[in-house]
């Protein structure tokens, strides 16, 4: 038991560490390696919401898609994640277009 426990945790180690990788609407390969992500059960709008706080980077999963928006302050990440209706204060807030070029990532 202990040999093959031993063995399960050499093979863990020795195994590489993947981070996730998404595509977004635009067809840009985004690592989530240093966002912190969140799966959104009470929305029927979001499904998943992504954050860099470093380089204040949000990536939303909407209706099956990812998108990415850079200069998003935490404080409006913060106002999303607590608002009532997290769709609705994406719609009027975050989403292209509601916010235009706002949160437009230049990469």
Known sequence: ?????????????????????????????????????RDITRSTVLQRVCYDSTRQDLVVAAGGTYDRYCGVTP????????????????????????AGSRYDCHV
Request: proline fraction near 3%; charged fraction near 25%; glycine fraction near 4%.
């Open 75 to 98: 404080d409006t990440v913060e106002r999303l994640l607590d608002a009532p209706s997290m769709g609705q204060f994406f719609n009027q807030n975050i989403r292209r277009e509601a």
């Open 1 to 37: 038991m202990v040999r093959a426990l031993a063995l399960l945790l050499a093979q863990l180690a020795a195994a590489p560490v993947v981070s996730e990788t998404v595509e977004t609407g635009e067809r840009h390969l985004v690592d989530l390696g240093t966002f912190e992500c």
